[in-house]
């Protein structure tokens, strides 16, 4: 077996996200998706070698739901492989296809469409059936009990939180490609009724239809690519334990865990220093506070004050979703492929409007599971 070193993104797409894609059906959806793609990296079907799905029966409404999903995604008597989580494992399933030696192409996709599965009613089968599930428990509830376990000061957490959506509703209102296009204010947020201490409604951003699709090839393929190849040189993922019961959760250890995986890989010694940008997985403001601590880009407990300051904005020293993150764009279960597409595209210098100056190296983030006990890491960079 020939095992290669390296994997490059060749191309990628999304389709355009909307609140309701009620114009085609599921695997119409998956169709745009995949051949967008493609077509961005200047290669035809016939061209993959295998093609990785991530989705999920629960969320697709159909039992085996591959079945009408793997042909639009460009798996017609092809191999193909799905993995039932949330979308960026299936670029880390891709990467290591490649890596074997057994595939030179690859093309990763996934989609969401909650307009016909509503994702909070579906995320409640996830919960243990005599203990949790009957109390009513919800990601959002989830996403209060992660963030109620900071240690730090709650008021200045809250003001923190407030400036994360503020800069993310208002790289949104700039990004031609989120759904979410209309920025918010400090103050609509704070007159915005609790949904779940100390989760505000207003943070809790609107779910969308879409897909997203990324070309991956191996060394050998990523030369003759008429596209810059952005290399994916550190991967790393980790579960952590299952059940709320799991503490202190506003650590992230898992996410911490597979930080250190993929900077190891990639040999970053300090991301602080050594990353232009990075794509993270904001389920909600908090979430993107706690993950500027797990991914080392600042100290532990420097968090807060490194939102309030502008640090993270689109210019500031570390940009942090300059794509507008979760709160411009919810795909939900297709939202962790869609932070490697970002970083992809700012990588390659199309970010459009919300491109970072002169990126050569950046992170992209996926989540799954409740409370995000599950997280892969990539470190991306065009060089």
């Known amino acids: 077996m020939n095992i290669q070193s390296r994997v490059a993104i060749l191309g990628g797409a999304q389709t355009v996200p909307a609140a309701c894609r009620d114009d085609v059906r599921l695997e119409e959806l998956v169709f745009e998706a995949a051949e967008a793609a493609l077509a961005d990296a200047g290669m035809e079907r016939g061209e993959l070698d295998t093609v990785v799905m991530a989705g999920a029966d629960q ?8 079945m009408m999903t793997a042909c639009p995604a460009g798996a017609y008597l092809k191999d193909e492989i799905r993995t039932t989580v949330e979308g960026s494992y299936a670029a880390v399933l891709a990467c290591m296809r ?20 509503p ?26 009990a992660v963030a109620s376990t900071f240690p730090g000061s709650k008021s ?17 209102a700039a990004n031609p490609r989120a759904f979410l296009r209309a920025p918010v204010s400090r103050e609509l947020l704070g007159d915005s009724p609790y949904v779940a201490y100390p989760i505000r409604r207003a943070e809790v951003p ?11 090839g191996s060394k050998r393929r990523a030369e003759s690519s008429p596209r810059q190849a952005v290399w994916m040189d550190g991967i790393g993922w980790a579960t952590g334990d299952y059940g709320i019961e799991a503490a202190p959760p506003a650590r992230m250890d898992t996410l911490r ?13 300090d991301a602080s220093r050594e990353v232009d940008f990075a794509e993270v997985f904001d389920a909600t403001p908090y979430h993107e506070i706690f993950a500027y601590e797990a991914l080392g880009l600042v100290p532990d407990g420097a968090g807060p004050a490194f939102a309030v300051a502008g640090g993270s904005e689109l210019h500031g020293d570390l940009p942090v979703n300059p794509s507008g993150g979760l709160q411009a764009t919810n795909l939900r279960f297709a939202s962790g492929l869609g932070r490697i597409l970002e970083a992809y595209l700012q990588l390659g210098g199309r970010a459009g409007p919300v ?29």
Not at 59 to 66: E, L, Q
Not at 98 to 117: H, P, Q, R, V, Y
Not at 206 to 216: F, H, K, Q, R, T
Request: glycine letters at 6%; one cysteine or more; charged letters at 20%.
């Open 59 to 66: 969320m697709d409404g159909r039992s085996i739901s591959s």
């Open 98 to 117: 490649i890596m074997s030696g057994e595939f030179d192409t690859a093309l990763a996709i996934t989609w969401a469409k909650t307009s016909e599965s």
């Open 119 to 144: 994702y909070d009613r579906v995320s409640t089968l996830s919960y243990d059936p005599f203990y949790e599930r009957p109390v009513g428990l919800s990601d959002v509830l989830d996403a209060a």
């Open 156 to 172: 200045e957490l809250a003001d923190a939180a407030r400036s994360v959506t503020v800069k993310n509703r208002a790289n949104g």
């Open 206 to 216: 609107e779910a969308c239809d879409g897909a997203v699709a990324v070309v991956l």
């Open 257 to 269: 865990a597979a930080a250190e995986r993929a900077y190891t890989m990639a040999g970053v010694t």
């Open 355 to 383: 491109q970072v100056a002169s990126p050569s190296q950046g992170i992209a983030h996926g989540a799954t599971t409740f409370p995000a006990q599950s997280h892969a890491v990539f470190v991306m960079r065009n060089y």
